[in-house]
T-cell receptor, first 111, second 111 residues
């Protein structure tokens, strides 16, 4: 119940395309869902986050879609750029104070 | 403002040895969390310290321990190292759970 399942494991997208990464969770106690971006040799950095009372949040080219009834959320990267090539982690925070991460998606944007 | 600093950057140890990793959080941040990152398991929560007290703990054996000092700096110790402990160990500091700031990690190799 503490797991967050993320797919796909890897993703190749052409420059200008849309990248979509999906996550699913089981524990309804999760109440905060961030996405982190990690470049090689660096630690993850917060990209965007959403709470379950909101169905969508957009920041620039990055959008989180949240489906509370299905217990799923996804990250959409519009107009994907080679600079977006990184590993993306979804995560969920529970009231017990733990941030649980998905397995990660390695995104490669081809020029 | 300086970021999260982790030392050392790389470490090579042999089975059975112990190791201590250090983390200096962002000034003013009182919470420090530790994560283990491996290709197969992703990011796994080890523990969190707040004002020198362990506030949360993940599902790791007792060989993994940590502490936090009065200046919020934190150390993580792994005793009786096993091959499977080879991983990138990430430290994150935060002023609130909503945004973690990660260091670049310590890459531990156990031979």
């Amino acid at each position: 119940q503490q797991q967050v399942k993320q797919s796909p494991q890897s993703l190749i997208v052409q420059k200008g395309g849309i990248s979509i990464i999906n996550c699913a969770y089981e524990n309804t106690a999760f109440d905060y869902f961030p996405w982190y971006q990690q470049f090689p040799g660096k630690g993850p950095a917060l990209l965007i986050a959403i709470r379950p009372d909101v169905s969508e949040k957009k920041e620039g080219r990055f959008t989180i879609s949240f489906n509370k009834s299905a217990k799923q959320f996804s990250l959409h990267i519009m107009d994907s750029q080679p600079g977006d090539s990184a590993t993306y982690f979804c995560a969920a925070y529970n009231q017990g104070g733990k941030l649980i991460f998905g397995q990660g998606t390695e995104l490669s944007v081809k020029p | 403002k300086a970021g999260v600093t982790q030392t050392p950057r790389y470490l090579i140890k042999t089975r059975g040895q112990q190791v201590t990793l250090s983390c200096s959080p962002i000034s003013g941040h009182r919470s420090v969390s530790w994560y283990q990152q491996t290709p197969g398991q992703g990011l796994q929560f080890l523990f969190e310290y707040f004002s020198e007290t362990q506030r949360n703990k993940g599902n790791f054996p007792g060989r993994f321990s940590g502490r936090q000092f009065s200046n919020s700096r934190s150390e993580m110790n792994v005793s009786t190292l096993e091959l499977g402990d080879s991983a990138l160990y990430l430290c994150a500091s935060s002023a609130s759970f909503e945004k973690l700031f990660f260091g670049s990690g310590t890459q531990l190799s156990v031979l």
